[in-house]
């Protein structure tokens, strides 16, 4: 599990982020090829949703008062392989 501060602004809430606010968060602490796969609002004070990073699936919670980006991984691609 990852956990990172946050740059949120201390008057926004989480119910009032968008997608590409949400997205730029989970790139700054996971990358650039961070890609936001889907998301939903918890209030104000959470946004939880699912990206993809690296070959990795992960969850992930938000947490605006905290300011706390909070990731759990799902799936991680060990191997790939070719055969043909």
Do not use: K, N
């Not at 796969?37 to 946004?47: F, I, P």
């Not at 990795?56 to 790939?80: G, I, N, Y």
């Amino acid at each position: 599990m990852i956990h990172a501060a946050l740059a949120v602004p201390q008057d926004l809430s989480c119910s009032r982020l968008g997608r590409e606010q949400v997205l730029a968060q989970l790139r700054r602490e996971l990358g650039d090829s961070a890609e936001l796969v889907s998301w939903r609002s918890d209030g104000a004070q959470r946004v939880r949703g699912l990206a993809v990073s690296a070959g990795r699936v992960m969850s992930f919670v938000l947490h605006a008062q905290e300011q706390r980006l909070r990731t759990r991984p799902l799936l991680a691609l060990l191997r790939h392989s070719r055969r043909g």
